[in-house]
C-alpha cells in the first residue's frame, strides 16, 4: 500500500497547472460556455452543483461559479453538513489541510455556500477545503452572510429565470498554518442576469469591522481583480492579460468526487459505496483520518476484502475548537466516480 501511495502522490505533485482553464466537465454551468481569463495560474475543479479555479500557491479558490434559479433554492433543503474535508485531487503540496485553520483566528469561509446547495450530494461537497478561504469570523458570520449571501438568493428566488453568481478574494494580509494559506484583503461576489444583460459585485473587506459598501460596477471589479470574467456586458476597462503559457492537455484534476463520513463503523453505508465499486462506478478511494485510525482502517479493509479498488490513507488534522472537535475522531471516504 505505501508503494501505491507514493506513486500516486508522485503523479499528483507532477500534474500541471495552468493559466487557461478548461473545465470540461461542468462548461455547462458558465455563461455561453465562456471561461473567464484570469493572470493567476491554478487549477480547474468540477463539482455537482459549482466550479472552482483554484490557486495551488495561495490555497484557496481564485474564483467560484455557481448557477441559481427559483427552483434550485425553495422546496425541501438539504441539512447543512458541517463536515468540512481536505480535497483529494490536488496534490498533497497543494491543499489546504484542516490543520491550517488551527487556532489561526479565522474561519473556513465557504466560496460557493452551503446555503445555495440543492441536495445532500452538493452540500457535501461544499465542504471541501478547496472551497474555502480564511475569512475573518465575525465578517463571515455577521455582513457576509446577512448582507451579501442571503440577498443573492433572495434575488434568485424572485426572478424567473437563473442567475450566474462568482465568489472569489484578492489580496495578501499574511497566512495561516504550515501550508501558509493565504488571507485575502478583500472578498467579491459578482451577480450576472442574463434576462436583463446586467451584473454587480459586492466588494467587502476582510476584516471583522467592515462596512458594508454599495456594489460596484462589473467594470471596477475586473480592475480590481484582473480577471475577465467574460459577461457579454459593455466593458470601459479591460482585465490584466493572462500569463504567457500554452494551453495544455491537463484534465486530471477534474471529476466526480464526493465525501462519505463515518462518525462510526457504519455497515449499510460501506455497502452501498462497495456495490458502486463492483458496478465499475468508481475508480478510486482515499480515507482520511485523524484520531481514529482504527475505524480508518475498517473502513479500508472492508473495502479491499471485497473488491480490487486499493485504499489510500492519509492522516489529516483538523482544527481543534469546542465546534470542531468531533471532526478528530470522523473518518472521510473521498470517491471517486467515473
Not at 455561453?32 to 468540477?46: A, F, N, V, Y
Not at 488551527?102 to 445555495?116: C, E, I, L, W
Request: aromatic fraction near 10%; hydrophobic fraction near 35%; charged fraction near 20%.
Amino acid at each position: 500500500m505505501r508503494s501505491i501511495r507514493k506513486l500516486l502522490f508522485a503523479v499528483l505533485l507532477l500534474a500541471p497547472i495552468s493559466a487557461f482553464a478548461l473545465f470540461d466537465d461542468c462548461k455547462d454551468l458558465f455563461p455561453g460556455q465562456e471561461i473567464p481569463t484570469s493572470p493567476q495560474m491554478g487549477r480547474d475543479l468540477c463539482f455537482d452543483s459549482f466550479a472552482i479555479y483554484y490557486s495551488p500557491q495561495d490555497k484557496k479558490p481564485i474564483y467560484t461559479l455557481e448557477k441559481l434559479s427559483r427552483n434550485s433554492l425553495t422546496g425541501q433543503r438539504p441539512r447543512r453538513s458541517n463536515q468540512f474535508y481536505e480535497e483529494a485531487r490536488l496534490p498533497i503540496a497543494e491543499r489546504a489541510q484542516l490543520s491550517d485553520y488551527r487556532g489561526s483566528g479565522f474561519d473556513r469561509g465557504h466560496n460557493a455556500p452551503a446555503g445555495d446547495m440543492s441536495t445532500d450530494r452538493s452540500m457535501a461537497q461544499s465542504f471541501s477545503l478547496a472551497n474555502m478561504m480564511p475569512q475573518a469570523r465575525q465578517n463571515n458570520q455577521g455582513i457576509w452572510a446577512k448582507n451579501v449571501e442571503e440577498p443573492t438568493r433572495l434575488y434568485a428566488k424572485r426572478i424567473p429565470g437563473e442567475i450566474y453568481v462568482y465568489t472569489g478574494s484578492v489580496g495578501n494580509a499574511g497566512s495561516i498554518g504550515r501550508g501558509r494559506v493565504t488571507i485575502p484583503t478583500h472578498l467579491y461576489k459578482l451577480v450576472y442576469d442574463p434576462a436583463k444583460n446586467s451584473a454587480w459585485a459586492y466588494w467587502i473587506e476582510n476584516t471583522n469591522e467592515a462596512n458594508m459598501m454599495p456594489p460596484i460596477s462589473y467594470q471596477e471589479l475586473i480592475q480590481k481583480t484582473g480577471i475577465d470574467f467574460h459577461l457579454p456586458i459593455s466593458q470601459k476597462t479591460t482585465a490584466t492579460k493572462p500569463i504567457d503559457v500554452k494551453p495544455n492537455a491537463y484534465k486530471a484534476m477534474i471529476g466526480t468526487w464526493y465525501p462519505l463520513f463515518f462518525d462510526q463503523y457504519d455497515l449499510a453505508k460501506l455497502n452501498g459505496l462497495i456495490t458502486q465499486i463492483k458496478e465499475g462506478k468508481v475508480t478510486s478511494v482515499q480515507i482520511q483520518y485523524d484520531r481514529n485510525l482504527g475505524l480508518a482502517q475498517k473502513v479500508a479493509s472492508q473495502i479491499q476484502s471485497q473488491t480490487s479498488i486499493q485504499t489510500i490513507l492519509i492522516h489529516s488534522s483538523p482544527p481543534e475548537s469546542l465546534e470542531t472537535q468531533y471532526e478528530q475522531d470522523r473518518v472521510t471516504a473521498i470517491v471517486n466516480l467515473k
